[in-house]
């Protein structure tokens, strides 16, 4: 299994909701990442986990909060979002010391 | 403060020349140089990549060049061809001491016309 997979692929959600995005890889790489990229802006670095702990955290607001279960699982808490939210959020992962980024399709969020 | 830069927006090449996307960096502590592909509503796809210690990869119809005197490096496509027509992302990695961490430029639109 070469991939992360990314779940669900769009949400739709109210300010008022909390929801969850989940990505998942079985590559045993032990580095992982959220990206979030606006419309025909580059992927921005959101979270890095490594070794299931959270090792960089990008300034993002509270509203974020990650989760990772396991060596496999990264998940993405929402809460409380505003519409300027809305965009795509990328999953990435590596090996803890190589370059080799493999990233999922992403989950293309909207916050109405 | 943009540590990785992609001046072109966009690029438009005939089928079967050469594609030179660029990308310019300001951070010296740099030292890994990646090329990823991104087409509509999927994730960025890697390409090639090239070590600080190098100035030349090549894989297939893709080469990567780096000049690290000029902090810039380009990626070759040759020949194109229109299923190249995609977003490309220089990308640049640094080892830190919470892991590493990759910087994306803006983006060069490349469109491959047949």
């Known amino acids: 299994d070469t991939e992360v997979t990314q779940t669900p692929k769009h949400l739709v959600m109210g300010m008022t909701n909390k929801k969850s995005l989940k990505c998942e890889q079985h590559?045993?790489?032990?580095?992982m990442y959220w990206y979030k990229q606006k419309a025909k802006k580059p992927p921005e670095l959101m979270f890095v986990?490594?070794?299931?702990?959270?090792?960089i955290n990008e300034s993002v607001p509270s509203r974020f909060s990650p989760e990772c279960p396991n060596s496999s699982l990264l998940n993405l808490h929402l809460h409380a979002l505003q519409p300027e939210d809305s965009a795509l959020y990328l999953c990435?992962?590596?090996?803890?010391?190589?370059?080799?980024?493999?990233f999922g399709s992403g989950t293309r969020l909207t916050v109405v | 403060d943009q540590q990785v830069k992609q001046n072109s927006p966009s690029l438009s090449v005939q089928e079967g020349r050469i594609s030179i996307l660029n990308c310019d960096y300001t951070?010296?502590?740099?030292?890994?140089f990646l090329w990823y592909k991104k087409y509509p509503a999927e994730g960025p796809t890697f390409l090639i990549s090239?070590?600080?210690?190098?100035d030349k990869n090549e894989d297939g119809r893709f080469t990567v060049f780096l000049n690290k005197s000029a902090k810039h490096l380009s990626l070759h496509i040759v020949p194109s061809q229109p299923g190249d027509s995609a977003v490309y992302f220089c990308?640049?990695?640094?080892?830190?001491?919470?892991?590493?961490?990759?910087?994306f430029g803006a983006g060069t639109i490349l469109r491959v016309k047949s």
């Open positions: 951070n010296s502590m740099f030292d890994y």
């Open positions: 090239i070590s600080s210690i190098k």
């Open positions: 990308a640049a990695s640094a080892r830190g001491e919470y892991g590493n961490k990759l910087v």
């Open positions: 986990y490594s070794y299931e702990k959270l090792s």
């Open positions: 590559m045993g790489h032990r580095a």
């Open positions: 990435a992962s590596s090996q803890s010391e190589n370059y080799g980024y493999t």
